[in-house]
């Protein structure tokens, strides 16, 4: 089972590629560190905002909660009752990124597709206002930046 609600990104910044220009690199660099990434208006700044990072989705209440770990164009999912206290590997599987407008307003957006073989239809994550959020489900609370730390 796939389970995919919310996501984190860590702050783990250092291996941000070099081919995008320094003052993109700067800002997203900035933003990682401050655990808020915020309007993606590339491929390429989507690229550089989601790999090497990990997102978590620790709602309180959530029977659920749910980590991404993306790098390399792969993504490693977990899973988790509150109650375990650890996080359960569930799959890891390759993602691409693919540029989509809204059918609202047909504003564009750039979105990380999850290729699982659980689902048939592939999730799409987008990053706005900080948060990663699963297209479709954006006011469930997204995913936030960074691993959650059980004591």
């Not at 991404?68 to 359960?88: C, H, I, M, N, Q």
């Not at 990380?112 to 994550?125: G, W, Y």
Request: include cysteine.
């Amino acid at each position: 089972m796939l389970c995919i609600l919310g996501v984190v990104l860590s702050s783990n910044d250092d291996s941000i590629s070099s081919n995008t220009n320094s003052s993109i690199t700067s800002l997203l660099k900035k933003q990682k560190s401050q655990g808020e990434i915020q309007a993606i208006k590339n491929v390429d700044e989507m690229q550089n905002a989601i790999d090497n990072t990990v997102w978590t989705h620790t709602k309180a209440g959530d029977l659920f909660w749910f980590k991404l770990e993306f790098k390399g164009g792969k993504v490693k999912t977990y899973r988790a009752f509150p109650s375990d206290g650890k996080w359960t590997f569930e799959e890891e599987c390759p993602f691409t990124l693919e540029e989509g407008r809204f059918i609202d307003d047909g504003k564009r957006y750039i979105a990380a597709v999850i290729k699982t073989k659980d689902l048939s239809t592939p999730p799409k994550f987008i990053i706005t206002n900080g948060h990663l959020n699963w297209l479709g489900f954006i006011d469930a609370g997204g995913f936030v930046l960074g691993d959650y730390e059980w004591d």
